[in-house]
């Protein structure tokens, strides 16, 4: 995807047409990153709304030496954090910290295993399985490149915390891979 400077310019003086064609050019990365973050369609859409408006206000803090994909990417992991915070309520604190007591060490995953029996909706499926927080953390983490000092900032915990979660998740998910490698070697096995 590369958007043209002409656009952008003509976004920058508010034409509405311009605008329209950065938001179809810039609608299936900002969707792709919402659905990470939230759980169904509509949550996503609204994220991918607020993203792109704060996108086409905020363009003049756009500076021309960062790719505009990289900062629009940018904008829009924050905006569905935002999001999160504002939604963020006690229970989900206290879950947080319940979930993740017994999993004190780092779990390591070989993601080339993993590319091999997961497809990207299978693992969309299985982090939407996951608790929210555990989910947030390692899209944060694995998927935006975020360290564990940055996630906690982002997110309101501890670095420590933040560690949890991705340890939780990764041993989760690899049960999840393992399960799924079972079912195909029994499919496989039926055939």
Known sequence: MTISGDILKKCKKGDRRAQYELYKSLFDLMMGISFRYVKNRDDALVLVNEGFLKIVTNLDKWKDDTPFEYWSKRV???????????????????EMYDDVRHFENDISIDYNEVDKVVETEQLDEMLSELPEIHAKVF????????NHKEIGKLLGISERSSKRHLAASRRRLQEMVKELGNQLKKATILF
Do not use: A, F, P, Q
């Open 76 to 94: 829009m992991i924050n905006t569905c954090i935002d999001s999160y915070r504002k939604n963020k309520k006690v229970r989900d604190h206290e």
């Open 139 to 146: 899209n944060l983490y694995e998927i935006d490149g975020y």
